[in-house]
Structures are given as structure tokens and as C-alpha cells.
């Protein structure tokens, strides 16, 4: 063989060898993944429900997994910022996704200049549900939903309804009961649900839809009423509120959820090796216990499982917003 056909065999034989040396060194470190500290990325600011479920993960994971995971904010823009650095990291395990639903599900149906798509991101696993109650002022006419409803008909509009803002999730909820009740009422958007539930302790609103962290409290303690909860079946938080569907709308189902996300192409060792740790982390009794301290309830899924549920929503929440004329602020 010419010297220079040897050369160019050498060379090709060192750089397949280095190609297979890398992808097993690759091999190995998501294998033993994680070596390394871990970013757990909350797309929204320190204090609230999804930082407190956020850091609790977090000191879980360290021990079930021995490693270190580190909680960083980067909150703005609807959770866009702190998805799209997710989006763009190393598909390596280190930089996870902690976010509410409405980051797949509603907010790219509103903003068409998002840098981040669902394709972008492996799911991982469901964590936590956010359930909500449809809540009246203390000294609302009606006493129970067929009250309201017949309310709402004699007296079409003169019902304001509290939103969290324009383009929220509790708008969409709102809308969603107006809709199937076949009732006329007034959204009103307020800048966050805080300033909401003052009003509604004040008697300012009429009405609004409530994660149970807020409503629960403020229920028990007569400040305003429960007339029904969004979920599929009633909530051990609130275990004499109907739900929706016992009253004849089953349609009127609603919830929102926090689940784990990965870069796309992280390695499934990696996914699995984590989907394992999170589902036991969440069907502990200890985290079921913590979530309900929040008025959440905890949740753990397959990442095919939680890809389907994804997608499903957002196709529901997208025919809505359409049907709807939905606008972001």
C-alpha cells in the first residue's frame, strides 16, 4: 500500500477511534449522571407556589440521587425567558425545566414570537396538580351553582368576574364557565391573582376562579364561598364543594399542573434515571402531605404519558382561544 494511502487509513482509524471513545466517555457520564451539579430553572419569581414546589424537588432529588440541585429563578415574559434558556442548553441532564402547563399549553397560542417550542424540550415527568374552585362573594345572591346560573341569566352582564390578567389561565377557566353555563359575565383582569382576592374579600367582585392555595383559607374562613372545583372529582381540601361535572357540566374541568422538562436529545438514560427519582419522590406520603399544605395535589407520570397530556391540552386550550378571540395583554 502507497505510503500515503496508509497515512489516510491511520488517520481515519484514530478519528473513528476518538468518535467511539467520545460517544462511550458520553455513554459514561450519562450513565452516571449526575456527577456534576444540577440547574433546576423556575421561569418565575422566588416566594411563590411554583418556587416553594420548585425547592422542595430539588432538596428530594439530592436525596434520592446523592447529587446537587441548584433552583434558579428567571422569571419574566410569561415563563418565555426561563424556557428558552432551557431550551438552549447542553442536552446533558444539567439544566432542567420546572414550569406550570400554560408554558406548552396557552401561552404559544397568544404570542407567536416565542423562541421555544414543545419539540424543543423532553418531558420528563408531572409532578403536581394546581386545582381551582369557582368562589363567590360572602354575600352573593346565590347560594349554590344553579342559583347562580339562574342569576346570571335574569340579570345577563351585571356579573364581574375576577381574572388574573388578560390572557391567563383563570381567564381562560372564566370564559370556560360563562361559555358552558351559557351565562353573560363581565371579566375583569387584574395584575395577578393577589390583588383579585383582595377585591373578592372585599366584596368588590362578584366572582372568580381560585387555585385552592388561595381559596381554601379564605373559604374556611367564611370570607367568600365556594359554589364548585374544576376537577374531575371532588378535593379532600374542600370535600363539601361539588364539582362541576356532579352538576350537570361536564365540560367544566379545568386545572393546571407542574411538570419536569428536559433539553430534546438529553440522554433517555438520563430521563429515565430522573422520571424514576421524581415519580417516587411524588408518590411519597411526605410530598403528597407538603403539596396539600399548598392546596395542590401531587402527580407522577410517564414522559410519554405527560407529552400526551401536553399536547392534548394544548389543543383544547387552542381551539378556545381561537373560538374565543383570546388576547394576550
Not at 88 to 111: E, M
Amino acid at each position: 500500500m502507497p505510503i500515503r494511502s496508509k497515512v489516510v487509513a491511520l488517520a481515519c482509524a484514530l478519528a473513528a477511534t476518538a468518535v467511539h471513545s467520545s460517544a462511550c466517555a458520553q455513554g459514561a457520564d450519562a450513565m452516571a449522571w449526575p456527577v456534576r451539579p444540577v440547574t433546576v430553572v423556575i421561569p418565575y419569581p422566588p416566594g411563590g407556589t411554583s418556587d416553594v414546589v420548585g425547592r422542595l424537588l430539588a432538596q428530594r432529588l439530592r436525596d434520592e440521587l446523592g447529587g446537587v440541585f441548584v433552583v434558579e429563578n428567571k422569571a419574566g415574559a410569561a415563563t418565555a425567558i426561563g424556557a428558552t434558556y432551557v431550551a438552549r442548553a447542553p442536552k446533558d441532564g444539567y439544566t432542567l425545566l420546572l414550569s406550570a402547563g400554560t408554558t406548552f399549553t396557552v401561552i404559544p397560542h397568544l404570542n407567536d414570537n416565542l423562541a421555544y417550542k414543545l419539540d424543543d424540550f423532553e418531558p420528563v415527568a408531572a409532578v403536581a396538580t394546581v386545582p381551582f374552585a369557582f368562589v363567590v362573594k360572602k354575600d352573593f345572591p346565590a347560594r349554590n351553582l344553579p342559583e347562580f346560573v339562574a342569576y346570571a341569566k335574569a340579570n345577563p352582564g351585571k356579573i364581574n368576574n375576577a381574572t388574573n390578567g388578560q390572557g391567563s389561565m383563570v381567564h381562560l377557566l372564566g370564559e370556560l364557565i360563562a361559555n358552558d353555563l351559557e351565562v353573560k359575565m363581565v371579566q375583569v383582569h387584574y395584575k395577578g391573582a393577589a390583588p383579585a382576592t383582595m377585591d373578592m374579600i372585599g366584596g368588590v367582585i362578584d366572582s372568580n376562579v381560585e387555585a385552592l392555595t388561595s381559596a381554601v383559607p379564605n373559604v374556611n374562613a367564611g370570607r367568600y364561598r365556594a359554589l364548585a372545583v374544576l376537577s374531575s372529582e371532588r378535593l379532600p381540601l374542600l370535600p363539601e364543594v361539588p364539582t362541576f361535572r356532579e352538576l350537570g357540566y361536564p365540560s367544566i374541568v379545568g386545572e393546571t399542573w407542574y411538570a419536569v422538562f428536559a433539553p430534546a436529545a438529553t440522554p433517555r438514560s438520563v430521563v429515565g434515571k430522573l422520571n424514576a427519582a421524581l415519580n417516587k419522590i411524588t408518590t411519597s406520603a411526605s410530598f403528597g402531605e407538603a403539596m396539600r399544605k399548598l392546596g395542590n395535589e401531587p402527580k407522577s407520570s410517564a414522559p410519554s404519558e405527560l407529552r400526551e397530556v401536553t399536547l392534548q391540552q394544548s389543543r383544547n386550550w387552542a381551539e378556545m382561544i381561537k373560538r374565543l378571540n383570546i388576547k394576550a395583554e
